[in-house]
Structure formats: C-alpha cells, structure tokens
Nanobody, 113 residues
Framework: QVHVVESGGGLVQAGGSLRLSCAVTGIIFNRNDIAWYRQVPGKQRELVASISAFGITNYVDSVKGRFTISRDNAKNTVYLQANNLKPEDTGVYYC???????WGQGTQVTVSS
C-alpha cells in the first residue's frame, strides 16, 4: 500500500523560502516518477513540479526559476525547494507517485505580502 507523508510547510513572508519534503513508502521508489501539486480553496489541484525516475524535471510556468524539485532515492524522499515565494504560492501542497492514486495529508504553505 502506497503511503505519502508531506512536511515542511509554514508561514513565510513574500521573498522567503521553504523546503518541502515528501516521504513515500509502499512502492519501488527509484522506479517511480513523483510530482508535487498544490490546491487553493475554490480551485482545482494543479501540478507544480515533477521528477522522473531518471531525474528529469518539469515545472509549471509560474514557478520556473524559483522552485527546484529533487529526489533522494536512498531516503525514499522527494523535496521541493521553494525560493522567492509569492502570495499566490499559498496553498496546500501534496505529493504523490504520478501513477498511483494515493494522496497524503498535504502541507500548508502560506505566503504573506
């Protein structure tokens, strides 16, 4: 059974940084693509960044140049380094294996102006 635990969210001022972590168990981690999503109340959950099993990364245009996704296969963990945060980055951030339908509880990111 796939289990996902996100952490690292918090309240920061605009321009600040956070490092989100995503620990995944129940899969062969180093063979799976992993993605970060975020959800804002009243809007659909959107894909923010993804990293393939081979380390190929993709980002939504709004975070390019500010966010970096990475993975540590030895720790079954994916990270999202979020720099130069903006108020519009506020939301609950979730991660999951791209091809599994197992969501964690998410981690709240709040960016004040």
């Amino acid at each position: 059974q796939v289990h996902v635990v996100e952490s690292g969210g918090g309240l920061v001022q605009a321009g600040g940084s956070l490092r989100l972590s995503c620990a995944v168990t129940g899969i062969i981690f180093n063979r799976n693509d992993i993605a970060w999503y975020r959800q804002v109340p009243g809007k659909q959950r959107e894909l923010v960044a993804s990293i393939s099993a081979f380390g190929i990364t993709n980002y939504v245009d709004s975070v390019k140049g500010r966010f970096t996704i990475s993975r540590d296969n030895a720790k079954n963990t994916v990270y999202l380094q979020a720099n130069n945060l903006k108020p519009e980055d506020t939301g609950v951030y979730y991660c999951k294996p791209v091809y599994a339908n197992s969501w964690g509880q998410g981690t709240q990111v709040t960016v004040s102006s």
